[in-house]
Structures are given as structure tokens and as C-alpha cells.
């Protein structure tokens, strides 16, 4: 079946670091592949998603890249800041959608 | 940005009690989803719906049930509340034509604590 893995946590990093979250999957077909965040108390927020491969998706600094030979989506950014401090969760979507077990980064001052 | 609200966001309440909790969006978006999120992070769907009067069991089995009888409307209903439904509820929508590519956006969730 479609599964996706993420790199397992906690994640702790100095701001301004360049942070790296690793997303591999096993799915059927071309499966669409995303990264949604989710902030302390809240619900998941839509970060930036990919539809077929060598697309990259990006958003506020965050980019990741289709990449169907290595089957990965490994999210990056360059200069991570406190307020990046949250759960990131990648997820794929063939017949339903898939999410890794989530990610929890924190970003110390 | 994905215009989609879930009441109450917190909700702290006695074992045996009837809650509901609501979610609506503005999107008119066709499918529908309720997610359970456990303290460990991980998301299990719990129920969804493809339109009005669909719905149907997710993959994590739950004592709750949900009705569509408006498209924006996707209530979840425990008759009986037990400490072992505390968790936060996540309700999602999307539009019903995505295939492969359908993006489903996020409310805010619900926290819900039995005691």
C-alpha cells in the first residue's frame, strides 16, 4: 500500500540554521505529494505542495522537490527562524491521502 | 487561504455526556473529513463524506458519528463520551473533482478533554 516515512524527531536547531526534514514514499501510480504545518494548538496548514515529478513547490522560504527516481519530497530551508517552531507532516495523496507521522521541529534564539 | 471553522476549540466535559462538534466551511467544497490526531501527532481518519447524505467510516474505527445534510455543514456527534475519545479532532475539506491532485485544506481543531 502508499506509505510515507519522514525523518523521526524532535528536531532542534539554532536560528538561521538551514534546516533539512527528509520525506520518502512508496506509492502506485503518480501519487500528488505535500507538506502541511501544524503550530502549537492548531489545526494543519497547507506549507506548499507538488503534483508530478521535478516539480518544486515553495513557500515562505520552504521549498521541497518532486523527485519520483529517489521517491522523495525532502523539505528545506535556508534560515530557519523561532517561529518555525512546529509539527511538519509530509503526505501524499493517490486514492486517499497518506501522512508521515510528523515531524516536530524547534528553533532555539 | 481555506475559509473552514470548527467549534468549540476547546471543550472540557464529564464521562456520559452528549457532545457534538461542529464544522462548517464556506468553500463549497463536496468531500468532507474528520481526523483524530493522538498526542503521539499521528492523523487517523475517522469519517468522510463525498457529498449530502454520504458518509462513510474512515480507516480508525470510532464510536463517534457525522451527518451531511447541508454541504457546508459536517457535524460529529459522541452519545456518550468516555476519557478515551480526549484528543484533538481535525475536520478537512476538498473539492470533489482533485484526483490525484486534490488538496485538502484544514480547521483549526478541536481539543477535547473527557474526564
Known amino acids: 500500500g502508499n506509505s510515507v516515512t519522514q525523518m523521526e524527531g524532535p528536531v532542534t536547531l539554532s536560528e538561521e540554521a538551514f534546516l533539512t526534514i527528509n520525506c520518502t514514499y512508496t506509492?502506485?501510480?503518480?501519487?500528488?505529494l505535500f507538506w502541511y504545518v501544524q503550530y502549537p494548538g492548531e489545526g494543519l496548514q497547507l506549507l506548499l505542495k507538488?503534483?508530478?515529478?521535478?516539480d518544486k513547490g515553495s513557500n515562505k522560504g520552504f521549498e521541497a522537490t518532486y523527485r519520483k527516481e529517489t521517491t522523495s519530497f525532502h523539505l528545506e530551508k535556508g534560515s530557519v527562524q523561532v517561529s518555525d517552531s512546529a509539527v511538519y507532516f509530509c503526505?501524499?495523496?493517490?486514492?486517499?491521502?497518506?501522512f508521515g507521522q510528523g515531524t516536530r521541529l524547534t528553533i532555539n534564539p | 487561504e481555506a475559509d473552514i471553522y470548527q467549534t468549540p476549540r476547546y471543550l472540557v466535559i464529564g464521562t456520559g455526556k452528549k457532545i457534538t462538534l461542529e464544522c462548517s466551511q464556506t468553500?463549497?467544497?463536496?468531500?468532507m473529513y474528520w481526523y483524530q490526531q493522538d498526542p503521539g501527532m499521528e492523523l487517523h481518519l475517522i469519517h468522510y463524506?463525498?457529498?449530502?447524505?454520504?458518509?462513510e467510516k474512515g480507516d480508525l474505527s470510532s464510536e463517534s458519528t457525522v451527518s451531511r445534510i447541508r454541504t457546508e455543514h459536517f457535524p460529529l456527534t459522541l452519545e456518550s463520551a468516555r476519557p478515551s475519545h480526549t484528543s484533538q479532532y481535525l475536520c478537512?475539506?476538498?473539492?470533489?473533482?482533485?484526483?490525484?491532485?486534490?488538496?485538502?485544506?484544514f480547521g483549526p481543531g478541536t481539543r477535547l478533554l473527557v474526564l
Open positions: 478537512a475539506s476538498s473539492v470533489a473533482s482533485g484526483g490525484y491532485q486534490e488538496t485538502q485544506y
Open positions: 506509492a502506485t501510480g503518480y501519487p500528488s
Open positions: 507538488a503534483t508530478k515529478a521535478d
Open positions: 503526505a501524499l495523496r493517490a486514492q486517499k491521502l497518506v
Open positions: 468553500m463549497g467544497h463536496d468531500k
Open positions: 463524506s463525498y457529498g449530502v447524505n454520504s458518509t
